[in-house]
């Protein structure tokens, strides 16, 4: 590990089940388990895997002029977003070319999530910080270290928190992609969406307190 690397919330937990740790985007993370990248790449196709995904980094848009700010600095449309739903984006420059990747979560009417690449979260953030001047009512706060973010992908992620989810799965996204949706598991609020990047038909990232992060990777697994 460089001795520069940030750990996520779980990374005790990950060292003390013997992964494999590699530095990535700035952060100490686990690569795979003692039982083999090939057998955790096939258990997630035919069951579900677990990832800590909580290196992305993860700004709270908010205030009066969140959606014009948002309208300007992305290449999407977040106009078409209601709450609850979700879209992929870019993070454009001022000639139009990419800064970063990313994902934007509408938490309600004037209440944003934009997830970043965890290389790129510093420029991310720099870069955004210099558009908000445009928007002095509009309200950008780094929420990475506050929230630890997780992803369950594969045919069974689905069953598992309906397992879980209190006091019903009502409470998960709906069926489409994109959706999101908040939940209760052991009493902690948990905002729910039907995204990832793993290729699965069905999958879930779940965004929670990071204090509460291994209470709830437990439950799951």
């Given at each position: 590990m460089e001795a520069s690397a940030r750990k996520t919330v779980l990374n005790s937990w990950h060292r003390g089940h013997g992964a494999h740790m590699v530095t990535f985007g700035g952060w100490d993370m686990p690569l795979n388990y003692p039982i083999g990248i090939v057998e955790e790449h096939l258990a997630t196709r035919k069951f579900g895997g677990l990832f800590d995904i909580s290196h992305m980094g993860r700004f709270r848009v908010s205030g009066a002029q969140a959606l014009p700010f948002l309208q300007y600095a992305l290449s999407n449309n977040a106009v078409a977003l209601d709450p609850g739903q979700s879209q992929y984006t870019i993070i454009a420059n001022e000639s139009g070319g990419a800064v970063d990747d990313s994902y934007l979560y509408r938490l309600d009417e004037k209440e944003y999530l934009?997830?970043?690449?965890?290389?790129?979260?510093?420029?991310?953030?720099?870069?955004?910080?210099?558009?908000?001047?445009?928007?002095?009512?509009?309200?950008?706060?780094?929420?990475?270290a506050e929230t630890a973010m997780l992803s369950l992908q594969g045919p069974r992620s689905k069953a598992v928190l309906e397992c879980i989810l209190y006091p019903s799965h009502s409470y998960l996204p709906d069926p489409g992609?994109?959706?999101?949706?908040?939940?209760?598991?052991?009493?902690?609020?948990?905002?729910?969406?039907?995204?990832?990047?793993?290729?699965e038909a069905l999958g879930f990232e779940l965004f929670l307190p990071s204090d509460k992060a291994g209470l709830i990777w437990e439950k799951i697994l």
């Open positions: 934009l997830v970043v690449n965890a290389a790129n979260s510093l420029k991310d953030w720099n870069w955004l910080q210099e558009i908000r001047k445009k928007y002095p009512q509009a309200i950008l706060e780094d929420r990475t992609r994109n959706h999101l949706r908040q939940g209760t598991i052991e009493g902690i609020s948990v905002n729910i969406a039907r995204t990832g990047y793993t290729g």
